[in-house]
């Protein structure tokens, strides 16, 4: 079995964010970037899988060099090559990744792809769907628990009010969600023999974007908040000021 993972690099969640001097992207002075936590699940999935049923397992990324550092990531988990699709420019949208990814993957011809369920810098859940797309394979996204049976693939989903089960076969695309299972944590020894691991890197296939960011802003900040102090009595002005300042009634 060939498994690959598409992984991404994208800035901590705990980073504060501000916008840059383009005014089109962040200002990444003193931004910690992370592999992002959904892709996390997607290669414990793989690496899970390698150990029980043995597969040869491949991290891949678009990006730029630091996008190495995703890899390196998966590399400390478990994962065995990787393969980094370099991109000369920082400016690409879903589309040019997901292009940049298929191609590389009908070349590769994995019988199983994971991807996280959506990276937590755009939140688009897109490019999984969008490489599904192009490769005309079957995809599950926000998958919470995944049996394979030799080609055979049983994915149960949350959706609203209960689950769903969904059975398919290999090659196909799997999109990760919290609860899965639980992502290890690297030991020393992993984090050390990573470093020494090559990351195979081959030139973008395609470069034409389909969207251009025109500009980004930072959501208003919250106002200070009221303190009504006459008790009961003061519940002619909560009504009003609900109405007439928040809105909301």
């Given at each position: 079995?060939?498994i690959?993972?598409?992984?991404?690099l994208?800035?901590?969640?705990?980073?504060?964010?501000?916008?840059?001097?383009?005014?089109?992207?962040?200002d990444?002075?003193?931004?910690?970037?992370?592999?992002?936590?959904y892709?996390?699940?997607?290669?414990?999935?793989?690496?899970q899988?390698?150990e029980?049923?043995g597969?040869?397992?491949?991290?891949?990324s678009?990006?730029?060099?630091?996008?190495?550092?995703?890899?390196?990531?998966?590399?400390?988990?478990?994962?065995?090559?990787?393969i980094?699709?370099?991109?000369?420019s920082?400016d690409?949208?879903?589309?040019?990744?997901?292009k940049?990814?298929s191609?590389?993957?009908?070349?590769?011809k994995?019988d199983?792809?994971?991807?996280?369920?959506?990276?937590?810098?755009?939140?688009?859940?897109?490019?999984?769907?969008?490489?599904?797309?192009?490769?005309?394979?079957?995809f599950?996204?926000?998958?919470?628990k995944?049996?394979?049976?030799?080609?055979?693939?049983?994915a149960?989903?949350e959706i609203?009010?209960?689950?769903?089960?969904i059975?398919?076969?290999?090659?196909?695309?799997i999109?990760?969600?919290?609860?899965?299972n639980?992502?290890?944590y690297?030991?020393?020894?992993s984090?050390m023999?990573?470093?020494?691991?090559?990351?195979?890197?081959k030139?973008?296939?395609?470069?034409?974007?389909?969207?251009?960011?025109?500009?980004?802003?930072l959501?208003?900040?919250k106002?200070k908040?009221?303190?009504?102090?006459g008790?009961v009595?003061?519940?002619?002005?909560?009504?009003?000021?609900?109405?007439d300042?928040?809105?909301?009634i």
């Amino acid at each position: 079995m060939k498994i690959a993972v598409c992984v991404s690099l994208v800035p901590d969640s705990t980073t504060k964010v501000k916008i840059g001097n383009s005014g089109k992207s962040i200002d990444e002075n003193g931004v910690t970037f992370i592999l992002n936590p959904y892709d996390e699940y997607a290669v414990e999935a793989a690496v899970q899988l390698k150990e029980k049923q043995g597969a040869e397992t491949y991290a891949i990324s678009f990006g730029t060099d630091k996008s190495k550092e995703a890899i390196k990531k998966a590399y400390q988990m478990g994962i065995e090559k990787g393969i980094l699709i370099k991109s000369s420019s920082e400016d690409y949208d879903n589309y040019t990744v997901a292009k940049n990814l298929s191609d590389v993957l009908a070349e590769l011809k994995p019988d199983l792809i994971f991807f996280g369920k959506q990276s937590i810098d755009f939140d688009g859940l897109a490019i999984p769907a969008m490489v599904a797309t192009m490769l005309n394979m079957p995809f599950v996204n926000v998958v919470t628990k995944l049996d394979i049976n030799v080609t055979e693939i049983s994915a149960e989903r949350e959706i609203e009010g209960g689950k769903e089960v969904i059975s398919t076969s290999m090659p196909a695309i799997i999109g990760t969600q919290k609860g899965i299972n639980e992502p290890r944590y690297p030991n020393l020894k992993s984090i050390m023999a990573s470093k020494s691991k090559p990351i195979e890197e081959k030139a973008a296939t395609y470069s034409g974007n389909k969207i251009e960011i025109i500009s980004m802003a930072l959501p208003p900040a919250k106002g200070k908040g009221k303190i009504l102090e006459g008790g009961v009595a003061s519940a002619a002005e909560l009504v009003r000021l609900l109405r007439d300042e928040a809105k909301i009634i």
